[in-house]
């Protein structure tokens, strides 16, 4: 049954600056949500919308959770803030152990951020410090790829491949960056189910930059090991095992970015380990606290970590972190997350869904202006023919139509995301592919 349209009575949209958001569109038909429960969000006028991206990619564990609540509630009422600048307080070692234990190889030390933005920023800082601590200090070019997402500073979008992010800042992003080609191919790889078979061979564009700008010049390359934002582009089979093999070959640090694939997204803790490949840092935020509280963490390599502590005791060793770094509560949140994960099992009720939700996601193949459908872990993209009326339009029609229908998708122009809460069940995957099937049937 389709619900009515939100109304924003009461409520003045004016000051807010929304962002990623088509500002003067939306404060035209609004819509507003006001409390969420498990997999639902409810809107301002009691309407139920199923939540079939997790908020954005980061309630893992569905929405306000009961432990994570009265966690937090502790905390703030203990300890509401601590400085981690010469101080410190317990609760970031004590999560900075966790995320180590879960961490693949020796991806042990632990920055903490508030933002996946940041985690990128940080991640690329802490490449140039480690060329530069073990003397490689003309290693400062660093390469992305297309279609990548790694936030909205100017390192991420330097290294970034969304156009739209890029474009209005062209001047002032960060010099000797370079791309890799992007690894979505439809012609050879529509309608796969996992990752696609073809595409390996996109790799080899590394070497072809090694061999331009030189070994010797290159600090690190930053991937997401499936690029979210970008529209749900996989990674074919054996590809990142190849860039693994070439940044090792070369003696260059590969960084994967799992904003969005970690904590049981991929049925593991990372992706790096569903897909067997370990990168020398992982980025993370999103997830960590399933959503609550703002908070990020890079994951840095045993080696990265103690040639960058090769200074006197009494040195600063690496001059960066931000004010809420560790941040008690935060810390808190992301503690209690971590043990829904690990007591409810919810990495492994992921792959145990994952077949049923490739399948429920690939019936929508056969319908019209559906052009392809992409799927790995509890994450689907159905890309859509553009309309007559412009790219993104159909998508957005797609979206809002979802939304009134009581289920809530994600529009990457013509790209719809589905990446619901771990703890979806049969019913939930019927709801939301059935709502969304209508939605297109009825699109522009």
């Not at 289920?407 to 979806?424: H, T």
């Amino acid at each position: 049954m389709a619900v009515k349209k939100p109304q924003s009575e009461g409520v003045n949209l004016d000051n807010f600056w929304m962002p990623f958001t088509a500002n003067r569109q939306y404060k035209a038909t609004p819509r507003l949500l006001a409390k969420a429960k498990g997999m639902y969000y409810e809107d301002v006028e009691g309407n139920s919308v199923l939540d079939a991206t997790a908020g954005l990619w980061c309630c893992n564990a569905g929405h306000s959770r009961r432990e994570i609540s009265e966690a937090v509630s502790r905390q703030i009422s203990e300890l509401d803030y601590a400085p981690t600048f010469q101080m410190g307080h317990p609760l970031p070692f004590e999560l900075a152990e966790r995320l180590a234990d879960m961490a693949p190889s020796d991806l042990n030390r632990v920055f903490f951020t508030n933002s996946g933005s940041e985690s990128a920023d940080t991640a690329l800082k802490i490449a140039l410090a480690y060329q530069r601590a073990r003397g490689h200090s003309n290693r400062t070019m660093l390469i992305g790829r297309e279609l990548g997402y790694h936030g909205t500073g100017f390192g991420g979008i330097s290294v970034g491949g969304m156009v739209n992010n890029r474009k209005a800042f062209n001047g002032q992003l960060l010099p000797s960056v370079a791309h890799l080609p992007h690894t979505l191919d439809m012609q050879k790889n529509a309608f796969s189910k996992g990752l696609p078979e073809n595409g390996i061979e996109k790799a080899e564009a590394l070497e072809q930059l090694v061999a331009l700008h030189g070994a010797e010049n290159i600090a690190a390359v930053i991937v997401e090991p499936m690029s979210g934002s970008g529209g749900v582009v996989l990674p074919p089979v054996g590809y990142l095992k190849r860039l693994r093999e070439i940044t090792t070959k070369h003696d260059i640090l590969l960084i994967f970015d799992e904003v969005i694939t970690a904590f049981g997204r991929m049925g593991d803790a990372f992706a790096a380990q569903r897909w067997d490949v370990t990168p020398d840092m992982i980025t993370t935020a999103k997830a960590l606290t399933n959503g609550a509280i703002p908070m990020g963490a890079v994951l840095v390599s045993e080696r990265i970590y103690d040639t960058c502590m090769n200074a006197p005791e009494d040195t600063i060793e690496f001059f960066h972190g931000y004010t809420y770094s560790g941040h008690p509560v935060a810390a808190a949140a992301a503690l209690a997350s971590l043990n829904i994960y690990r007591d409810e099992k919810l990495f492994e009720h992921a792959r145990e869904m994952e077949t049923e939700w490739q399948d429920a996601v690939h019936s929508l193949a056969s319908h019209a202006n559906v052009i392809d459908v992409r799927n790995a872990g509890i994450i689907a993209g159905i890309q859509l023919a553009p309309s007559e009326k412009g790219i993104g339009k159909r998508g957005y029609d797609v979206f809002t139509r979802s939304f009134y229908d009581g289920v809530l998708v994600r529009a990457s122009g013509d790209i719809i995301a589905m990446s619901p809460p771990l703890i979806l069940e049969s019913k939930h995957i019927d709801q939301m592919v059935s709502t969304l099937e209508r939605a297109i049937k009825n699109a522009l």
